[in-house]
Structures are given as C-alpha cells and as structure tokens.
C-alpha cells in the first residue's frame, strides 16, 4: 500500500553566486511528466538569455518514485541533474522538480566546483520550501438513484472528496477520489441510504 509522503507545500525560489554566476533554483510541486515540461517552459520563458537551466524531480513515494528524471543541459555530465537529484533523494521528498537557472559569471568552476554549487542551490530552495504531506487518493464509485445524487454530492463537498465523472443509465454512477482514510465514513454513508460503493477495476 502506498505509504503518506512529504511533496513541497507550493511554489518557491532562491538565488545563490558562486564566483560571479548566478544560480536561480526554483522548487515546484509535480504530478506528472506534462506538469514538469510546463515548468521548465515556463523557466525558458522567463530566463531567455540564461546559460544554462538544469533540473531534476521525482514523482511518487520517496524511495520507491514511481518516475525520475534529470538534465544538465549542456553543463559537464554528472555536475548538475545529478546533485539537484541527490538533494531531492536526501531531502526524502516526492512529486518535486528542481530547476536551477545559471547565469554565467565569467569564471569557470570546474566539475568540482559545479557539483557543489547545483547541489547548494537546491539545497537553498528544498530547505526554505514548505512540506505537506501527499495522502493516497482512493478511487470509488457509488451506484444510486436520481433521489441520491444530490446528498452525495453535498456529503462529498464536506469530505474533500473529488467527482471525477457520473454516468446517467438507468441508475446513476458517481466516480469519485477521496482519501483512504475516508473510506469508511463513505461506507457509513452510503449503507445508511442503501447504496452500493466499490472500488472500479483500473485498466
């Protein structure tokens, strides 16, 4: 059973200088492949002229990440998505994209010296930025009447349970996200009025 994790609590950014470069870390909480490319377009787009825009995340449980990924955009391989990566791994955090947006200085670092930096820079972003911790959605539907609809949804709003879709057939069927633990309050629920909950099968 996937285990409650800690993922950055929104978003952040600091600015660090190493021997005259500018390194700009920015921390963002990411649900996906897709969220990370807007992201890192947004960071293109708001930094055109900067040298070079690195990045790592994670998505997922911490430890076991269902995804990651990393880039050093032209910088020497290994001295740049490699550190921000172990940072994040350090930092025991999921559902996280580091980016660190450098700004050339005029003195090179070398491989050393770049490890350390990207690393320090994520370090000042990951250690300011806010933690909330992500508890696993549960995915239900409940089939009712027409006469139901209305009070699941409203036991719904009170319960931050999300409806993703409703099917009208002869009956209704409300698919709905809620936390695991909220579970049994659904049950609790739905047998007070006779309705039927399961858990659909995933594709």
């Not at 492949?33 to 911490?62: F, M, N, T």
């Not at 430890?63 to 050093?72: K, Q």
């Not at 370090?123 to 995915?139: C, I, N």
Request: hydrophobic fraction near 40%; charge should be negative; include cysteine.
């Amino acid at each position: 059973m996937q285990k409650h994790y800690p993922v950055p609590a929104g978003y952040l950014e600091r600015e660090t200088e190493v021997k005259k470069s500018r390194f700009i870390a920015r921390v963002a909480p990411v649900g996906s492949r897709d969220e990370v490319k807007a992201w890192l377009a947004s960071a293109h787009q708001d930094h055109p002229d900067a040298r070079h825009i690195c990045w790592a995340y994670q998505i997922g449980q911490p430890g076991a990440a269902a995804e990651a990924g990393m880039n050093d955009d032209g910088e020497p391989s290994g001295t740049a998505g490699k550190p921000i990566l172990g940072v994040i791994q350090h930092k025991d955090m999921g559902d996280v994209l580091v980016m660190v947006i450098r700004y050339f200085g005029g003195v090179k670092l070398g491989a050393g010296g770049l490890v350390r930096a990207y690393a320090g820079a994520a370090e000042s972003v990951l250690s300011d930025v806010g933690r909330v911790v992500q508890k696993p959605l549960e995915t239900v539907s409940v089939t009712l009447d027409f006469s139901d609809e209305q009070p699941l949804r409203h036991w719904c709003e009170g319960h931050d349970a999300v409806i993703t879709r409703v099917d009208y057939g002869t009956e209704v069927t409300v698919f709905l996200e809620l936390a695991e633990e909220m579970r049994g309050e659904l049950k609790a629920f739905c047998d007070a009025r006779g309705l039927k909950v399961e858990s659909p099968h995933r594709a």
